[in-house]
């Protein structure tokens, strides 16, 4: 149980276009879902916080604009890096929050997305 | 504010020592939680083990083990006879409410390299 999907695992793109990433947690609801951010050779970075039907919370410095999260359901949240650059390309962890478990403060991880702006 | 701290930026082995992987935390929260992670070169993190800030008992498992000490703030791991496939990156986290939620806070990481 607690399983936690994210597609595409890899993705190469030309600089200025849009890539989507799903993050989906497969046998558990998610009212919450975090995004982070991995330089190589550094640590997780956390990026924002996204809560099931309201907007999500973005850590300072992180564009809002440039970084679109979209939880619409319990089980799915979407990272949106528009018009993307090279200086974008990074590892893309997400992680979710089992609804019903959230005393533990357990975080269940994704198998992250590599991301490479051509 | 919170912080975690992992002093070891790389520790080279040879097989079947045993290697100990330094954590030390700040935080204002009276409860918290501590998380080990190790992240192999495919990326996917996995988890080890959480301690919540009541337990300070120390915990084994197989050749895994966690020495919790509240007093030095430290949460220490400990591989038992290391083996080649413990080659990895190893974070400590901790949790922390922000902006009305709880998140994790990561050290920067322990890259443990087990040789042959």
């Known amino acids: 149980g607690a399983v936690v999907s994210q597609h595409p695992s890899r993705v190469i793109c030309k600089s200025g276009t849009s890539v989507k990433i799903e993050c989906r947690s497969l046998d558990f609801q998610a009212t919450t879902m975090f995004w982070y951010r991995q330089f190589p050779k550094k640590s997780l970075m956390l990026m924002a916080t996204?809560?099931?039907?309201?907007?999500?919370?973005?850590e300072q410095g992180v564009e809002k604009d440039k970084f679109l999260i979209n939880h619409a359901s319990l089980t799915l949240s979407t990272l949106t890096v528009t018009s993307a650059h090279p200086e974008d390309s990074s590892f893309y962890i997400c992680s979710a929050r089992d609804h019903q478990r959230k005393v533990y403060n357990e975080q269940f991880f994704g198998p992250g997305t590599r991301l490479t702006v051509l | 504010a919170q912080k975690v701290t992992q002093a070891q930026t790389e520790i080279s082995v040879v097989e079947k020592e045993d290697v100990t992987l330094d954590c030390v935390y700040e935080t204002r929260d009276t409860t918290y939680y501590l998380f080990w992670y190790k992240q192999p070169p495919s990326g996917e993190l996995v988890f080890l083990i959480r301690?919540?800030?009541?337990?300070?008992q120390n915990e084994i498992s197989g050749r895994y083990s966690w020495n919790f000490q509240k007093s030095t703030s430290s949460f220490n791991f400990t591989i038992t006879a290391s083996q080649v496939v413990d080659s990895a990156v190893y974070f400590c986290a901790l949790t922390f409410t922000h902006s009305g939620y709880s998140t994790l806070t990561f050290g920067k990481g322990t890259m443990l390299l087990v040789s042959p």
């Open positions: 301690r919540n800030s009541f337990d300070e």
């Open positions: 996204s809560n099931e039907g309201s907007k999500a919370t973005y």
